[in-house]
């Protein structure tokens, strides 16, 4: 990073303002410039989680730490700048002297780990969030309660490392649970709950499958609750695997809300973390790991997680943990630097709090490449707090949760187009729920959102109808909401009427790209190509009189021998491989194949191309920010919702080549041009601590970012 000494002071000066709060002194020094102590973000709420910028590190502690040096423990997170912990409580092993019976006490507990900890977190000012694990019990007292264990499909238990699965409908979860977790917010003034793997597991952690549980309490509530015997096999195909589903979503949203009833019952105040979006759960957990696998990681894994609870939900936090380990049982070596620097500037950059997971505790993790980075990027949060609280993304599209590699696909589309998003899931669309209204949206995407419940349906409907615009993709629609699928597409704004035939994917697939549709959907972006791939299955559809159709299906051509690969206009059909429609006083565009799924895994310009032309030619939907920056750079764009700043994240993703994740390359003079909220004062950039100029006129500012090394943060603050 270069420095100039009138920058190095600036920096200085805002790291002691975020340090210390009001500090005046930092204002004498610099007089060009406004202090952050200044700002007032206000707040968003009265709790301390919900868009507040707190800053996680979960220790997964063994059993084996319960003999760990505490006050070291305790130096750790604070060097991290943590200001909430998370930790094993109990559940398979209690971390403090326990009383109840059939909870198991860590053997290597001499004390009270879990007393000491608590007390000596709170007393640095951090919280606690305790964790608790009810998928497993120890064999020891597995074996006097077998009505409370899973059972595989071939009638066993399952034993793993002398922990035995319990299952969702038997005592333990369903009732013990509550007994364990009662003595522990009775003894321990903990700041929040986690729970662990709560609800229908079928894998061990080998990943090895053992079926639907099929034990007597499951048996007797399925039957009792729909008539049918419990199935065996797992089989969308099967309707009664299709209420199985339906049981196991009641059933574990069931005791999730007398779970969550009960913890708010014993304290209020308690925060609850877990990974489903039901009862009483105040964060939403998800997680961030390495695949192991020889494919490239999502880059933009951690994006997806946070926009994915942000837009979807005014009242809870995401609580997306960052795993530093690798996956599939390579705990104690970390990921790649880089890598997990990249999604740690996610959680970040797209105004979510942060969350980072060792193996055991940080002190003696072996792998530490990693440790100064996340202790850098942890203290730059921690400095720049205000900066992170009581935020909103700005962006005129929402992306409505689908199918995941057509949802992840148009997470690459938009943001290496650096089209600012919002996701929304699809079970909150159009409901009090979420942070924003439908009608607050230039237009909607629908990425192969398959079931859809007539909710949703008339939502969506009635937004096309008003004025919005909506782009579908795939099989959007066809599928009710317990996953039926019908022949028709029940989205009545995208044009098509059934029935309809589904082509197979199939290999020297293509779409024919006329002069015709040139012209509708860009000449100087087609100049090059008139035939593109079309690699999945895609919806032979007929369409309404109001619609209008674009790109032909080319079928099945011959690719072999090469003296018979081509094809003749004989083999061009009349399938439209886009639709586009006018309804009510909106608009719409189908695309009746996964256009981004295709794209998530080759990256095909000409699928690029179509996206983006459907969005600016074919529904006329502008960019909130215009620029030039590469591809590589992931931009973000925040507002404070008291209206005391907006900024511009900027993260460089340019060190990756394949599964290589080397330090990124330096962009230089990357123009940003975009309509602020409020007329701007100043412009600074946070990372390298410079003061941008600008220019300012009609309501547009522009400038130009020097330079990104690993990321920036181009703070606005206004008039
Ligand atoms: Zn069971």
Same mark, same amino acid.
């Given at each position: 990073m270069k420095? !100039?000494?009138y /920058? ?5 000066a805002i ?5 210390n709060g ?5 204002v ?5 410039l406004?202090?952050?102590?200044l700002?007032?973000?206000g707040?968003y709420?009265?709790t301390w989680w ?10 997964n502690?063994h ?5 760990m040096?505490?006050d070291?423990?305790?130096? /750790? ?10 930790l094993?409580v109990?559940g398979i092993?209690?971390?403090y002297?326990?009383?109840l019976?059939?909870q ?8 009270d ?6 007390k000596?977190?709170h007393e640095k ?7 608790f694990?009810?998928s497993?019990?120890?064999e020891?007292?597995?074996a006097?309660? +077998? ?12 034993n ?12 333990y ?9 009662k ?11 986690f ?11 080998s ?12 048996k007797k509530?399925?039957?009792?609750s729909?008539?049918? !015997?419990?199935p065996?096999r797992?089989?969308m195909s099967?309707p009664i ?6 049981? =196991?979503k !009641?059933?574990?949203?069931?005791l ?9 019952s014993?304290n ?5 973390a /877990? ?10 957990v ?6 192991n ?14 926009k994915?609870?942000l837009? /979807?939900?005014?009242?809870?936090s ?8 690798q ?10 630097p ?14 979510a +709090?942060?969350g980072?997971?060792f ?10 490449v990693?440790?100064?980075t996340l ?13 992170? !609280?009581?935020l909103?993304?700005v ?7 689908g199918?995941?590699d ?6 690459k589309l938009?943001t290496?187009?650096?089209i600012?998003f919002?996701?929304i899931?699809?079970?909150v669309?159009?409901?009090?729920r979420t ?10 995407i629908?990425? @192969?959102?398959?079931?859809m ?6 939502a ?8 919005g615009?909506i782009?579908a ?12 699928p019908?022949?028709?597409i029940?989205l =009545?704004?995208?044009?098509?009427r059934p029935p309809?035939? $589904?082509?197979?994917k ?9 002069e015709?549709d040139?012209?509708?959907l ?8 008139s035939?593109?791939i ?12 109001s619609a209008?159709t ?5 079928p099945?051509?011959r690719?072999?021998? +090469?003296e018979?690969?081509?094809?003749t206009?004989?083999?061009i059909t009349?399938f439209?491989g886009v ?5 009510g ?12 799924s295709?794209?998530?895994?080759k990256g ?6 179509l996206?983006v032309?459907c ?5 006329k $939907?502008e960019?909130?920010?215009q620029? @030039?920056?590469? +591809? ?5 764009h925040?507002?404070n ?10 993260i460089?993703?340019?060190g990756q080549?394949?599964?290589?994740y080397?330090d990124?390359i ?7 041009r975009f ?7 100043e412009i600074?950039?946070?990372r ?12 547009w500012?522009e400038?130009?970012?020097?330079? $990104? ?6 703070l606005?603050?206004?008039?």
């Amino acid at each position: 990073m270069k420095f !100039t000494f009138y /920058s190095c002071m600036v920096y200085f000066a805002i790291l002691i303002a975020g340090c210390n709060g009001i500090n005046s002194t930092s204002v004498i020094n610099n007089p060009g410039l406004s202090p952050l102590s200044l700002i007032d973000p206000g707040r968003y709420d009265t709790t301390w989680w919900n868009r507040m910028p707190f800053r996680l590190i979960q220790t997964n502690l063994h059993e084996t730490d319960a003999t760990m040096d505490e006050d070291k423990y305790v130096q /750790s997170m604070v060097d991290a700048s943590a200001n909430v912990v998370l930790l094993n409580v109990g559940g398979i092993q209690a971390n403090y002297p326990t009383n109840l019976p059939y909870q198991f006490r860590n053997p290597y507990l001499k004390g009270d780990l879990v007393g000491d900890l608590v007390k000596k977190l709170h007393e640095k000012g951090i919280k606690v969030i305790g964790r608790f694990d009810f998928s497993k019990i120890n064999e020891t007292l597995a074996a006097k309660k +077998p009505e409370w264990l899973y059972v595989g499909t071939d009638g066993k238990n399952v034993n793993y490392n002398g922990q035995v699965h319990t299952c969702i409908n038997g005592g333990y979860q369903q009732q013990y649970s509550l007994d364990i977790l009662k003595e522990a917010i009775a003894t321990y003034p903990l700041d929040g709950i986690f729970f662990n793997m709560m609800g229908y597991t079928t894998t061990d952690y080998s990943g090895v499958y053992h079926g639907i549980c099929q034990c007597k309490n499951c048996k007797k509530r399925f039957y009792d609750s729909t008539g049918y !015997t419990l199935p065996i096999r797992e089989d969308m195909s099967d309707p009664i695997f299709r209420q199985y589903i339906a049981f =196991q979503k !009641t059933t574990s949203e069931k005791l999730f809300t007398a779970t969550g009833n009960f913890i708010k019952s014993l304290n209020p105040k308690l925060i609850i973390a /877990s990974y489903v979006e039901v009862g009483f759960v105040d964060m939403i957990v998800d997680e961030t790991s390495l695949k192991n696998t020889s494919e490239c990681e999502f880059n933009y894994a951690a994006t997806e997680n946070v926009k994915s609870v942000l837009g /979807s939900y005014k009242d809870r936090s995401p609580f997306n943990l960052i795993l530093y380990g690798q996956g599939d049982g390579f705990r104690h070596i970390g990921i790649a630097p880089n890598l997990a620097k990249v999604w740690v500037l996610e959680n970040m950059l797209q105004g979510a +709090p942060l969350g980072f997971v060792f193996e055991g505790d940080m002190i003696d993790y072996e792998d530490r490449v990693f440790i100064s980075t996340l202790n850098d990027l942890y203290g730059f949060q921690k400095s720049n707090g205000k900066l992170f !609280t009581n935020l909103q993304a700005v962006s005129k599209i929402a992306l409505i949760r689908g199918d995941r590699d057509e949802f992840e696909g148009m997470i690459k589309l938009l943001t290496e187009e650096h089209i600012m998003f919002d996701v929304i899931d699809p079970s909150v669309v159009g409901t009090e729920r979420t942070p924003r209204k439908l009608e607050e949206y230039d237009a909607l995407i629908l990425g @192969d959102v398959r079931s859809m419940d007539n909710h949703l349906i008339a939502a969506i409907n009635n937004y096309v109808k008003n004025g919005g615009k909506i782009l579908a993709t795939g099989f959007t629609s066809l599928d009710d909401s317990l996953g039926n699928p019908s022949n028709s597409i029940k989205l =009545q704004s995208l044009g098509v009427r059934p029935p309809f035939e $589904v082509f197979h994917k199939s290999k020297s697939t293509y779409l024919k790209v006329t002069e015709n549709d040139k012209t509708a959907l860009g000449e100087e972006a087609f100049k090059d190509f008139s035939l593109m791939i079309m690699y999945s299955d895609f919806l032979k559809c007929k369409t309404r009189d109001s619609a209008r159709t674009f790109l032909k299906l080319v079928p099945f051509t011959r690719f072999g021998p +090469p003296e018979k690969a081509y094809y003749t206009d004989e083999n061009i059909t009349d399938f439209p491989g886009v639709i586009s429609n006018v309804y009510g006083k909106g608009k719409s565009v189908y695309i009746p194949w996964l256009i981004g799924s295709q794209y998530l895994h080759k990256g095909n310009y000409s699928h690029r191309t179509l996206f983006v032309s459907c969005l600016h030619n074919l529904l006329k $939907v502008e960019r909130s920010i215009q620029t @030039d920056a590469s +591809p590589l750079i992931e931009i973000t764009h925040q507002a404070n919702r008291n209206g005391a700043f907006e900024w511009i994240g900027m993260i460089n993703h340019s060190g990756q080549i394949g599964n290589s994740y080397r330090d990124p390359i330096v962009i230089h003079n990357t123009s940003i041009r975009f309509k602020p909220l409020k007329q701007i004062k100043e412009i600074k950039l946070m990372r390298s601590g410079e003061e941008l100029k600008f220019k300012q006129s009609n309501g547009w500012v522009e400038f130009i970012v020097p330079q $990104v090394d690993d990321f920036e943060m181009v703070l606005c603050l206004y008039k």
